[in-house]
């Protein structure tokens, strides 16, 4: 793959991260899906276990909270973002360090340092996330 392919794809890809994030500061749900795989086999693990989801019709569930007028994105920060994009150019992994702030009903939520991976595939000329796994690590430096 030509070089300016590859920085094209990798400015595509970081765009894509970005909105993974971004689009819950205004709740642009079409923006939302527009960065995800629609598949049966897409999956996330998030840090606790219980929020582990297996396929989109599962993950758009998690929709209804994120919408909802009294949770409000307030921001989020991605450092250290790496993306590879395969030799082919069809196929992206990527790893960051995260942190995501907002407030419910007036009583804040948020995570900080959070370790995301995950690989893109693309689709019809666009990037979507087909899995991710987000995770605290359990030694943290001082």
Not at 1 to 24: C, K, Q, Y
Not at 26 to 46: G, N, P, Q, V, W
Not at 99 to 109: C, L, M, R, V, Y
Not at 118 to 138: D, F, P, T, Y
């Amino acid at each position: 793959m030509p070089v300016s392919n590859r920085t094209r794809d990798t400015s595509e890809i970081s765009r894509v991260l970005h909105d993974a994030f971004g689009w819950a500061l205004t709740k642009d749900r079409a923006l939302f899906e527009s960065i995800f795989a629609k598949d049966d086999d897409f999956f996330t693990f998030y840090p606790d276990s219980k929020s582990t989801v297996r396929g989109w019709s599962e993950f758009e569930k998690f929709l209804d909270g994120w919408i909802d007028p009294r949770n409000v994105a307030k921001g989020y920060e991605i450092r250290d973002l790496r993306i590879v994009v395969s030799k082919k150019g069809d196929t992206a992994w990527f790893s960051a360090v995260v942190d995501d702030e907002g407030e419910f009903d007036g009583k804040p939520w948020g995570a900080k340092d959070i370790r995301w991976t995950g690989v893109l595939e693309k689709r019809g000329g666009g990037w979507k996330i087909c899995q991710q796994h987000m995770s605290n690590a359990n030694d943290k430096k001082s």
